[in-house]
């Protein structure tokens, strides 16, 4: 029974851990999205936000800092993103793509030139993002242990749990919420009522980046403690998944991501199986994604207006 709840604890313990980069993207996806502008680069932004967030803590010294300008730089990728499709009306799809071969391929040069080496020197304990609640229960008990693994987590946690309120609220509680939701279904009817659609969607694309950056730094500065080129492997097309199977909505977006976080939990607990190969582990949460993908792309609501470009009305 030990084993039981120790085990317990530790998946449900990765599942937070793994859940919050992927729920800073996923949210960042949300705003995109549901504005009307696709954005399948969030890839290359957490790329960008995991490199930047890194270096800057390792030369700072404060984790803050660093993931603060984590997100600036995904916000800059975003903003370049919203200036190729919604200013210029390119392809979204072609774009995002263009981002995500981009931001991996420039971090990788200034790592090099700052190191000499494609990856950066390990973040130092006082470097990463400190955890909350941490000691503040009896681990030498099983029900310690546990509440340990469960709370005393990392803070990044407990500030996207806190966005994704803010986020729900800010969507259906909100006016910009309103014309934030409107741009994406009826962009026309949004111009016609002196919503300039251009400027939303390219706020949107820019916060959309910053989010993601947030999240990619979170993968750095906390699950891995240094950045390599295969730091984010995948992470930005799960949590483009998640905000599909949650329906475009920040409340989905948490339940699609504490899924995959899931998975990547029980990948951490059954690696130390010999029973069952590492490879066929690892492959946990790609085959779920797909699964998820073939079962609920089809029944997710997608803004009418979601991936057209804008042509403002003359």
């Not at 859940?19 to 399948?40: K, Q, R």
């Not at 680069?41 to 010294?61: K, L, N, Q, R, S």
């Not at 995002?96 to 391929?105: K, Y």
């Not at 069952?276 to 690892?282: A, G, N, Q, Y």
């Amino acid at each position: 029974m030990t084993d039981i709840i120790n085990s317990l604890g530790i998946i449900l313990y990765a599942t937070l851990v793994y859940a919050t980069p992927l729920l800073y993207a996923g949210l960042g996806s949300c705003f995109s999205e549901v504005s009307g502008v696709v954005n399948i680069g969030i890839e290359g932004m957490m790329t960008a936000g995991a490199f930047t967030g890194t270096v800057v803590a390792y030369f700072t010294g404060n984790p803050w800092i660093g993931f603060i300008c984590g997100g600036l730089a995904g916000a800059v990728f975003g903003a370049l993103h919203a200036l190729a499709t919604v200013r210029l009306g390119a392809d979204q799809t072609i774009a995002g793509t263009a981002i995500n071969m981009l931001g991996p391929g420039i971090v990788i040069m200034i790592a090099k030139v700052l190191f000499n080496s494609t990856d950066t020197v390990p973040l130092m304990a006082d470097q990463k993002i400190p955890k909350l609640f941490s000691g503040l229960f009896d681990t030498s008990t099983v029900g310690g242990r546990f509440l340990d693994n469960v709370f005393a987590t990392y803070a990044s946690t407990y500030i996207v749990f806190l966005l994704v309120i803010a986020v729900w609220f800010l969507f259906y509680k909100t006016r910009f919420g309103l014309r934030l939701r409107a741009c994406g279904e009826h962009p026309l009817a949004c111009e016609t009522l002196g919503v300039n659609v251009l400027t939303m969607r390219t706020l949107c694309v820019t916060i959309s980046g910053f989010l993601a950056g947030l999240g990619g730094a979170c993968v750095t500065m906390t699950i891995s403690t240094q950045f390599r080129p295969i730091s984010i492997v995948g992470q930005g097309f799960i949590a483009i998944a998640a905000v599909i199977f949650g329906k475009f909505k920040p409340q989905g977006a948490l339940l699609g991501c504490l899924l995959f976080g899931f998975c990547s939990g029980l990948k951490v607990v059954l690696g130390g199986s010999a029973a069952v190969s590492m490879h066929l582990i690892s492959m946990i949460p790609y085959v779920v994604t797909v699964i998820v993908l073939i079962l609920f792309v089809g029944k997710s609501h997608v803004p009418s207006a979601n991936g057209k470009p804008f042509l403002r009305s003359r």
